[in-house]
């Protein structure tokens, strides 16, 4: 194997009497490089904003969200709350209700949904990290105060600092099936915008967060919820607490965790991911396709050298292997290049986020997030590797002892 690596090698690094295989070799190798660069860096960005999502996500959704499996509402009784309190790990217990509500603020209406949380809420989230305009509460004395989606807040053009316009909430009364009066047909109540956050796109167009009381009046409830949220100690393991809590509540109730809560969106993520490295590595078999045209202009030029080596006792397997080798040294120096070329970017931009994403002031994070897997660049290499195979074994096919004594 020393041989033909050797002389592969010389063959790589020494100039050539025609410079257009020069040309050519520069070019295959650019190629890779720039190819293995760009999967790179794009695979990290895309880590970078999934990990951005599951924050921010994680940052609202509890560890652990009860509901029914049958029905929209139910009601816990006593003990199954106390034990379910009692639970080692479990730290924070809040009582949600959810509902699609119309909203109006001036002359302006949109469809959301309200969430009314108790005050657990609050020491479990960290949706006061993701108000970026006005105050983090839902209430202030006899006050009832509305934190706002972003996207909500900018279809009805809420302005938190205008104490004079009330946010108008309706919801269709309950056990109403046809009524002559539609004003009779709604519970409408009003209450004050008091901040707005930004957490991602569908979440921001959707909700609106109150006072669990405020709520169930509004929508005529009396203990009844649409979910329990849990909140877990940090040294806890979810999937035990999550199988004490369903011992608990039977089989009559869903007990999902954070990657349950968001399944959809994971799984979105992860798809769009390897889209666009299937479709980057499509464009780099391109690329690398050019090492054909390299290594078949180089055979041609070195068929003296072929001949030569022929004639001191090389047979056809040594004579391909030389060249296979080399067309593996021209994959392997792009792909290493390119590893690390696009760490380098991703390295600068994560550490001086030198390309920014917005100036805006609801944007979480202002420069583009970058996270750096090793199982991408490892996966990425593997993949160049494997196509540089294939480019490399075609052009060499055609080297063997007939052509040699045709004198090639």
């Given at each position: 194997m020393k041989l033909p690596f050797f002389i592969a090698f010389r063959y790589l690094i020494s100039k050539k009497k025609h410079n257009i295989i020069n040309v050519i070799s520069g070019i295959s190798i650019s190629g890779i490089t720039f190819g293995t660069m760009a999967l790179i860096i794009v695979l990290s960005v895309f880590n970078g904003f999934e990990a951005l999502v599951i924050k921010m996500l994680n940052s609202i959704n509890p560890d652990l969200q009860i509901t029914v499996k049958e029905g929209k509402t139910f009601e816990l009784d006593s003990i199954q709350k106390a034990s379910i309190k009692k639970i080692k790990g479990v730290?924070?217990?809040?009582?949600v209700v959810e509902e699609n509500v119309m909203l109006k603020y001036n002359n302006k209406q949109h469809i959301a949904v309200i969430k009314g949380v108790s005050n657990d809420f609050f020491k479990m989230s960290k949706i006061c990290k993701l108000v970026f305009n006005g105050n983090c509460e839902v209430k202030q004395g006899a006050v009832n105060y509305a934190l706002i989606g972003n996207g909500v807040a900018n279809v009805l053009d809420i302005n938190t600092d205008d104490y004079m316009n009330m946010l108008s909430v309706y919801v269709p009364r309950r056990g109403t099936r046809s009524v002559t009066d539609p004003t009779k047909a709604f519970n409408n109540?009003?209450?004050?915008?008091?901040?707005?956050?930004?957490?991602?796109?569908?979440?921001?167009s959707?909700?609106?967060?109150?006072?669990l009381v405020f709520a169930r009046?509004?929508?005529?409830y009396n203990k009844e919820v649409t979910a329990v949220e849990i909140g877990i100690d940090a040294g806890s393991e979810v999937d035990k607490v999550k199988n004490e809590v369903k011992h608990i509540l039977g089989n009559s109730y869903e007990v999902r965790n954070r990657f349950e809560q968001q399944e959809l969106l994971y799984k979105v993520m992860k798809s769009e991911k390897w889209a666009v490295f299937l479709i980057l590595t499509f464009i780099?078999?391109?690329?690398?396709?050019?090492?054909?045209?390299?290594?078949?202009m180089l055979v041609l030029e070195k068929k003296n050298d072929i001949s030569i080596l022929w004639t001191l006792g090389a047979n056809n397997k040594l004579l391909k292997k030389i060249f296979f080798i080399e067309g593996?040294?021209?994959?392997?120096?792009g792909a290493l290049l390119g590893l690390i070329l696009g760490g380098l970017i991703?390295?600068?931009?994560?550490?001086?986020?030198?390309?920014s994403m917005s100036s805006g002031r609801t944007f979480v994070v202002d420069a583009y997030p970058v996270s750096m897997h090793f199982s991408d660049f490892f996966l990425v290499f593997i993949t160049v590797l494997?196509?540089?195979?294939?480019?490399?074994?075609?052009?060499?096919?055609?080297?063997?002892?007939?052509?040699?004594?045709?004198?090639y």
């Open positions: 730290v924070y217990y809040t009582d109540k009003l209450i004050q915008p008091g901040g707005l956050f930004s957490v991602e796109y569908e979440y921001d959707k909700y609106i967060i109150t006072d009046d509004l929508l005529s780099l078999i391109i690329a690398i396709f050019n090492v054909i045209g390299t290594l078949t593996i040294l021209i994959s392997s120096f991703c390295w600068i931009q994560q550490t001086w986020g030198i390309i494997l196509i540089g195979f294939l480019a490399a074994y075609l052009p060499i096919r055609n080297i063997n002892t007939n052509s040699i004594e045709k004198g």
